[in-house]
């Protein structure tokens, strides 16, 4: 699973790592009849510090990790060198830690995921997807939402967005799916040139054979979507579940119950169907870069 990227550092990080190993403790525990109170208190933790641990929501201490191992049986040498690998793995910063100072910690769980990802399957209402904008479209983006930071702020944020879209054209890139409001295409962000750039640059998105990119064009009038913008991530990994990504003006939600993620699946493949075939969508990308003077 892990990949790595063109610096040399590796492109999936600690997210799904702490997935990966959270998931194998919780199989451990349970095949033991280990209760969460019994595996906490065997580390001086409480229960919902066991169930974050299994759910990767937070790091691993080798030493509890050892402790758990010998509570739930595990004594051969080469399985717990493996999963104490994995926790020492887990706890390295991904590449994106460089830019700590402009990334906010819930968005920092998001880029572990997305770059980890088999399929990332998108819907969004306001803007293109950040995976696919332009430089100076994802400048005039963080503008709007950073009107006070300074040259080298904003600089710094375009830069991880532009960073982000390497995962696209990687040796083992993920597969996007993303469905687009029409609104979002016509909207003017930073004025006719800068959307007429990046109209351009969709159209050579659409040429990526790991790129599916439909339109839900304004004659569908209300879809099942109408919530707002959401993301469903898949892993290849069958230990990990799909997660639902829905980010906030200051937070996000990350939703993995099975009810929740076949909720929001259902919604997708709707949109997906209201919205124009992929095969339509360079022609309608070509229409409105006419319509923008092209």
Known sequence: MTTTRPDGETATGPTVLRMLLGAQLRR?????????????????????????????????KERDVADLLTLYGVHDDDERKVLLGLARDANEPGWWHRYGDVLPQWFQS?????????????????????????????????LLGHRSASRE??????????????????PDPPQLWAVVDEAALRRPIGGPEVMYDQITSLIEATKLPNVRLQ???????????????FSILRFPDQDLPDVVYIEQLTSALYLDK??????YAAAMERVCVEAEPPGRTPDILARILADLGG
């Open 28 to 60: 451990l525990r349970e095949a033991n009849g280990v209760t969460r109170e019994t595996a906490g208190w065997e580390i001086r933790a409480s229960e919902s510090k066991i169930s974050r641990m299994e759910l990767g929501r937070v790091g691993f």
């Open 110 to 142: 998001y880029l572990g995921l997305e770059a980890a990802a088999a399929l990332i399957r998108t819907y969004e209402v306001q803007f293109v997807p950040g995976l696919l904008q332009s430089r100076d479209y994802a400048r005039a983006v963080v």
């Open 153 to 170: 702020e904003v600089e710094r944020r375009v830069n991880l967005r532009m960073a982000r879209q390497q995962l696209l054209t990687r």
């Open 215 to 229: 339109v839900m064009p304004f004659a569908s009038g209300g879809h099942a979507a109408a919530g707002g913008a």
């Open 258 to 263: 099975r009810d929740d993620v076949d909720h």
